[in-house]
């Protein structure tokens, strides 16, 4: 009685968080993407929150300077907030306009965006898409989001892939991850239903900007923007479409520095936790002996999305290998994660880029 009542416990839980991913990537594969149209006719004010970027801010400004879309109809702007290095200089030189912010006791990308949204209160535009400083647009992506925001949208969420999934474990891992995020954001579009803001490739109407409080000390502003938009009834859309590369923690260590500050979001952010949850209850069943079939199906179901997520990375020896590895890295994120909570990271804890401290 106290065994299956044991397993129960385990299994209902497991299961809403099986099952939802499951049915939403299987919905998301049937997604439609957004329709370029003729000649565009929204304008788009693209702001760019940067601390310490300078080595990678003059990738983000060529592949915007690229971008197929009138170049009348956008404007760059990056916000170069308590630099200790080249950044402005750096953004100038890129053809952007830069705001130079300095504010030791307001720190964090939220008050960076908040000091970019105010320089643009003078200008005339449409739609404002924040993108990180160490993120790359492709070209279509403006079209695609002039169509998404022509047929009603008011918040949009591009698509947002890793691009270094070669680079070790950590990579990988994350690679994947996006792929699943990706895939469940499609499905939930799919069903009507608001998608997750992912902190870049955030694309906002106008009129909804008044309705959030930009400047968050949040060190997942991405998520209080999220809270404050369901309160005020207004739906995130998803275009697959418009894609943001990026790349993710090159070491196992930043991975999980970059993982506990977002931690902030909530346990059921974590696909770790939820694996683990998972696991967990496999292990309680097979101890019992009771409901092992119920979870054996709870084990495809995931296995299904996650497999889904890999082909969509790209199947190779190297990442197969990478593969055997990524069970070790994730069962270090499900203890990073739980630390998180205890102790918050600060707003602005700018993660290792790629190439940087590969020691760590």
């Given at each position: ?96 306009g ?16 908040a ?21 790359t ?90 809270r404050q ?45 939820l694996l ?15 409901f ?40 270090r ?12 990271a ?15």
């Amino acid at each position: 009685m106290y065994g299956w009542a044991a397993c129960l416990a385990f299994l209902v839980p497991a299961t809403a968080a099986a099952l939802y991913p499951l049915a939403l990537t299987l919905a998301g594969r049937a997604s439609r993407r957004a329709t370029t149209r003729g000649e565009p006719t929204l304008t788009f004010a693209i702001l760019v929150p940067a601390h310490d970027e300078e080595t990678t801010l003059p990738a983000t400004l060529r592949a915007l300077a690229a971008l197929d879309y009138p170049r009348d109809k956008y404007r760059v702007l990056v916000v170069a907030d308590n630099c200790a290095d080249g950044t402005a200089a750096v953004a100038r030189g890129g053809g952007a306009g830069c705001v130079v912010r300095a504010d030791d006791a307001r720190r964090g990308k939220g008050f960076a965006i908040a000091a970019g949204l105010a320089e643009l209160a003078a200008t005339a535009f449409d739609v404002v898409l924040i993108l990180d400083a160490d993120c790359t647009l492709n070209p279509t992506a403006l079209r695609e989001l002039d169509a998404a925001f022509a047929a009603g949208a008011a918040v949009v969420q591009a698509a947002v892939r890793s691009r270094n999934a070669d680079d070790g474990p950590a990579g990988y891992v994350a690679a994947v991850g996006a792929a699943v995020d990706e895939a469940l954001a499609a499905g939930r579009d799919r069903f009507g239903g608001s998608v997750a803001l992912r902190g870049t490739g955030m694309a906002f109407r106008h009129w909804v900007l008044p309705l959030l409080t930009w400047d968050t000390a949040s060190p997942v502003e991405d998520a209080e923007y999220g809270r404050q938009l369901r309160a005020a009834g207004v739906r995130v859309q998803f275009c697959g479409g418009a894609v943001v590369a990026c790349d993710a923690p090159a070491a196992v260590a930043a991975l999980c520095r970059q993982r506990r500050r977002w931690a902030a979001a909530g346990p059921f952010a974590s696909k770790p936790l939820l694996l683990a949850h998972l696991v967990a209850t496999v292990v309680v069943c097979a101890a019992v002996g009771a409901f092992g079939w119920w979870a054996a199906a709870l084990v495809l179901g995931t296995a299904a999305v996650y497999l889904h997520a890999m082909a969509k990375v790209g199947l190779t020896k190297r990442r197969v290998r990478l593969f055997l590895h990524a069970p070790f890295v994730v069962a270090r994120l499900v203890g990073v994660t739980l630390g998180g909570w205890l102790r918050h990271a600060p707003a602005w804890d700018r993660t290792p880029r790629f190439g940087e401290g590969r020691a760590a």
